[in-house]
């Protein structure tokens, strides 16, 4: 099995920086597309940025030029560097990783982790 790992999240002022990290271990063979998804209350989750195994990344027109994702393949750990946070980017941010696991690719999801942006 395959298991998804979050943490880095918290509270913080609006402007303020925060770094969400996630690791995946397990029965891994490989490794594919890693990203980050969030869901605020009464809302759907949504994506907010995505990054393949070369390292293409695609954003969410609403963090673009404040978030970063980037990711470490040697530890299979993908991280999301968050500045100059607002408000409205408070939720539950979530890790996916599309992984090759049991013969077929499955996407994995971490537990979840709470940002709280304060004004």
């Known amino acids: 099995q395959v298991q998804v790992v979050e943490s880095g999240g918290g509270l913080v002022q609006a402007g303020g920086s925060l770094r969400l990290s996630c690791a995946a271990s397990g029965s891994i063979f490989s490794l594919g597309t890693m990203g980050w998804y969030r869901q605020a209350p009464g809302k759907q989750r949504e994506l907010v940025a995505t990054?393949?195994?070369?390292?293409?990344?695609n954003y969410a027109d609403s963090v673009k030029g404040r978030f970063t994702i980037s990711r470490d393949n040697a530890k299979n750990t993908v991280y999301l560097q968050m500045t100059s946070l607002k408000p409205e980017d408070t939720a539950v941010f979530y890790c996916?990783?599309?992984?090759?696991?049991?013969?077929?690719?499955?996407?994995?999801w971490g537990q979840g982790t709470q940002v709280t942006v304060s004004s």
């Open positions: 990054i393949t195994s070369g390292g293409t990344t």
């Open positions: 996916n990783a599309r992984a090759y696991a049991t013969g077929a690719w499955r996407d994995f």
